[in-house]
């Protein structure tokens, strides 16, 4: 199997990443921007490392020249995502990455013909933020080919990590985002609100701007898509605050505070992440039908490391064509339940094909 390299191998995230792939023999290269935590990391582990900045193209294409995979975990991927994608263009490196930044998803769609020029796979969002709802979806799109309307969601409280955290502050302003007749539109923040059950009663969920309005669409081609995640009331009404409040947050100075206190907080546990679980949700509907499947899964980060890893084992194999991929348009519906403790999927169907909740489907 080909050479590794897993750039931000030293965050949270990244770190769990990097065991993984040790453990499973995979023998990566350690690398990011940040000298002495590279070098904690590299003689922790007892790994090769590489430490290089993400500004000078040249710099990067040099440090890629050897290395058949990059596997990205550096957030927010807005900030990461283009410079190494250059890099794995001009050295001819498959390039994987677990952002869940709609942005990013959609700026590598369109390389899709540079990457097949160059016989480069760019995957993108090979975490829990898109694969298990991507394979959800791939699923339901099999259940009813004529789909025209896709809604998927997620019940699962978990604290995020510092990546996570600063990701989501560096996007305070952007409200909501949905897709509507193959189009992404903004919409603002908890822009809906629906009652859905997961599996274990009706729960309320609002809408999210999750990287599966992205990539979902690109796997299953169905025009209108929306995301949702349950949220329990305190973060609803914050939500909705957030459409006043979304300037304020987005300042700089505030941005900054923010990160500071968000880096307070490394992540969960690993007593914490053996224990969580997802419960997560789809629905697809056509002009007369409508079907209804769910998933049960480990703990998002559980998943995240299982499916980054296990993606980057299937892209140096060369199981994923060239040119832009989706985890569930790569390696097919059923990739998520390869993913140790992933349970479905559970089928449901139903004549009905109006709801009250949303605007798509009246």
């Given amino acids: 199997m080909g050479t590794l390299l897993i750039y931000g191998s ?12 040790i453990d499973r023999g995979l023998d990566p290269v350690l690398a990011g921007r940040d000298r002495d935590r590279l070098r904690e990391q590299v003689d922790d582990l007892e790994q090769p490392g590489r430490r290089f900045d993400l500004e000078d193209p040249a710099v990067v294409a040099e440090a890629l020249a050897d290395i058949d995979c990059v596997l990205n975990c550096a957030g927010p991927f807005s900030n990461t995502a283009e410079a190494l994608v250059e890099g794995c263009l001009e050295s001819e490196a498959e390039y994987v990455d677990i952002t869940g930044e709609i942005p990013v998803i959609e700026a590598l769609e369109e390389r899709d013909d540079e990457a097949i020029d160059a016989g480069v796979t760019l995957l993108p969002a090979a975490a829990f933020s898109t694969v298990p709802m991507d394979c959800l979806a791939a ?8 789909a025209t309307e896709l809604a998927l969601g997620v019940d699962s409280v978990r604290v995020p990590s510092v990546g996570t955290l600063r990701t989501v502050i560096e996007g305070a ?55 949702y995640a349950v949220m329990p009331q305190p973060a609803r009404t914050a939500l909705r605050l957030h459409r006043d409040l979304a300037p304020i947050l987005a300042s700089n100075p505030v941005q900054w505070t923010l990160e500071r206190l968000a880096g307070i907080r490394e992540g969960p546990s690993e007593r914490a992440r053996e224990r969580g679980s997802a419960y997560l949700w789809g629905e697809a509907r056509s002009d007369d039908e ?48 390869d993913l140790d403790g992933a349970e479905g999927f559970f089928d449901d169907s139903s004549p009905e094909v109006t709801s009250p909740t949303n605007p798509l489907l009246r």
Avoid: C, K
């Fill in 173 to 227: 302003e952007d409200g909501g985002t949905i897709r509507r007749g193959g189009t992404l539109e903004d919409v603002p923040a908890a822009w809906r609100t629906r009652r859905i059950d997961f599996g274990r009663g009706d729960r309320p969920a609002v809408t999210m701007p999750t990287g599966d309005v992205s990539s979902a669409y690109y796997t299953t081609g169905i025009p209108n898509v929306e995301i």
């Fill in 290 to 337: 409508r079907v209804v499947a769910r998933l049960r899964t480990p703990d998002p980060y559980v998943v995240t490391v299982d499916a980054a890893v296990t993606a980057t084992q299937r892209v140096l194999a060369g199981d994923a064509a060239d040119g832009f991929q989706t985890a569930a348009g790569a390696f097919g519906a059923d990739f998520v339940l």
């Fill in 10 to 21: 030293y965050g949270f995230v990244g770190a769990l990443i990097a065991r993984e792939a």
């Fill in 139 to 146: 699923h339901l799109a099999d259940r009813l080919p004529d």
